[in-house]
């Protein structure tokens, strides 16, 4: 399968990440990090992945944080953002919607959800 797409994994539970990873490497080229400051870093080392899967709940940089940062830059303001986080108040699903997350996801989920919605995104973008 031809892996044309790349997708940052911000995941800080080892397992969750390294489950995410290793399901989305049978479709894509997959980079993980383990909070928001890595894939800040990453991101600022010229890396634009086409779609990142972000979770909420985390040190130093959480996902809020991180949305709010790529969500007003001038470079990364349109990679889509997937919240995935086991928090289902609807006051931080709505926020994280105005803030630019494109979908959101409450954990457990079954990886292939995560697939379809990843390919929906894309698709979408791809028509834009």
């Not at 997959?30 to 990453?42: A, F, P, S």
């Not at 809020?64 to 995935?84: A, C, T, Y």
Request: aromatic share 8%; proline share 4%.
């Amino acid at each position: 399968m031809k892996k044309d797409k790349q997708i940052l994994v911000i995941e800080d539970h080892n397992g969750l990440r390294m489950m995410e990873g290793m399901f989305l490497k049978k479709y894509y080229d997959v980079i993980t990090r383990k909070d928001g400051l890595e894939g800040i870093i990453w991101l600022s080392a010229g890396n634009f992945p086409d779609l990142i899967v972000l979770d909420l709940i985390m040190p130093r940089l959480n996902g809020v944080e991180f949305l709010i940062n790529i969500k007003s830059s001038g470079i990364f303001r349109d990679i889509p953002v997937i919240i995935v986080s086991g928090d289902e108040d609807q006051i931080i699903i709505d926020r994280c919607k105005k803030l630019g997350s494109t979908d959101y996801m409450i954990k457990p989920f079954d990886p292939r959800q995560l697939y379809e919605k990843i390919e929906e995104t894309l698709a979408a973008v791809s028509v834009a």
